[in-house]
């Protein structure tokens, strides 16, 4: 199975940056699109961002439009979220998950169909 593991997490102030990173334990990462989602503690899970296998389309949440941004080296088995401007709104466990197949979507969901999923880096937002 593929496995994934997220890094990259930690404390920073309002206005600052991070750069989340999502690694893949096998060479088949480009078969799969890969979306990153969040989760606040007494909320749901939120999607914030989707790259196609291939690399040529990503979807963002509107929360985050001009902040973000998804890529992916597929010969590195990464994919990275860098976040610029962060908020305290922005304060949540990130996580990367993989689905196999044609990305379809042109607005997040909250994951549902994704397969395979990380454990998770926390991001804190405050000053």
């Known amino acids: 199975q593929l496995q994934l593991v997220e890094s990259g997490g930690g404390l920073v102030q309002p206005g600052g940056s991070l750069r989340l990173s999502c690694t893949a334990s096998e060479s088949s990462l480009d078969t799969y699109n890969i979306g990153w989602f969040r989760q606040a503690p007494g909320k749901g899970r939120e999607g914030v961002s989707c790259?196609?296998?291939?690399?040529?389309?990503?979807v963002y949440a509107d929360s985050v439009k001009g902040r973000f941004t998804i890529t992916r080296d597929n010969a590195k088995r990464t994919v990275w979220l860098q976040m610029n401007s962060l908020k305290p709104e922005d304060t949540a466990v990130y996580y990367c998950?993989?689905?196999?197949?044609?990305?379809?979507?042109?607005?997040?969901?909250?994951?549902?169909?994704?397969?395979?999923w990380g454990q998770g880096t926390q991001v804190t937002v405050s000053a």
């Open positions: 790259i196609s296998a291939s690399g040529g389309s990503t």
């Open positions: 998950a993989a689905h196999y197949g044609v990305l379809v979507t042109s607005t997040m969901t909250n994951g549902y169909e994704y397969e395979y």
